[in-house]
């Protein structure tokens, strides 16, 4: 089966950066995508690795070491609008499934 | 125009009602998915049609029933629902395409249900 780790809550300050690690077992990788997801509103799609090393987008990068079944979100110079759930999911499987984690919500305080 | 427009975006309904959840995706995808959000647990896949044909079932009790007319319309018929599931409906869309990472989701902004 599929199982994905995520803490649960985390909190930052505005300004400084903060990694937000996801750990997963699964068969069959075919990649890890992390998507941020405001309360009461649709999750929007952040990153997708599917080859180990990192993938920087502006303030987002995102790290996957697939030989650890670890992943990374790397949010750097952090911002009131930041603070959101970040949810990391797993493609694979026998039948090539996206299933996600609990999520870590994570609070930017000034 | 969203992408994906999901109503209604709130429902309230007894254990005896017959109640339906719409999605349309305005995005020309070829897959559409139901996911169901409950507090402090993960996004927990329902179904999956491709191309209107349904490819997944994860299990799902038979209360709940999908219905994809087309690649744009996907419903969620609801039936005896029980208080458990309480919970923020989400749908989404994606391009399937010959890769295996199966494309990124666009998710609408749920339905949130609430069974009485």
């Known amino acids: 089966g599929q199982n994905i780790d995520q803490p649960t809550e985390m909190t930052a300050t505005e300004g400084a950066i903060v990694q937000i690690n996801c750990t997963y077992q699964t068969s069959g990788f075919n990649g890890l995508f992390w998507y941020q997801q405001h309360a009461g509103e649709a999750p929007t799609f952040l990153s997708y690795n599917v080859l180990d090393g990192l993938e920087e987008k502006g303030r987002f990068s995102s790290f996957l070491s697939r030989s650890k079944g670890y992943s990374y979100l790397l949010l750097k110079e952090l911002q009131m609008k930041d603070s959101a759930s970040y949810l990391c999911a797993v493609r694979g499987g026998a039948t090539n499934k996206l299933i996600f984690g609990t999520g870590t919500l994570l609070a930017v305080q000034p | 125009e969203t992408g994906v427009t999901q109503t209604p975006r709130h429902l309230v309904m007894g254990m005896t009602n017959k109640k339906s959840l719409k999605c349309e995706q305005h995005l020309g995808h070829n897959a559409m998915y139901w996911y169901k959000q409950s507090a402090k647990k993960p996004l927990e896949l329902m179904f999956v049609y491709n191309f209107k044909e349904q490819t997944e079932n994860n299990s799902v009790p038979s209360r709940f029933s999908p219905e994809c007319p087309n690649s744009s319309h996907l419903f969620l018929h609801l039936h005896t629902l029980q208080p458990e599931d309480s919970a923020l409906y989400l749908c989404?869309?994606?391009?399937?395409?010959?890769?295996?990472?199966?494309?990124?989701?666009?998710f609408g902004e749920g339905s949130r249900l609430t069974v009485l």
């Open positions: 989404a869309s994606s391009q399937v395409t010959s890769g295996r990472w199966g494309g990124e989701l666009f």
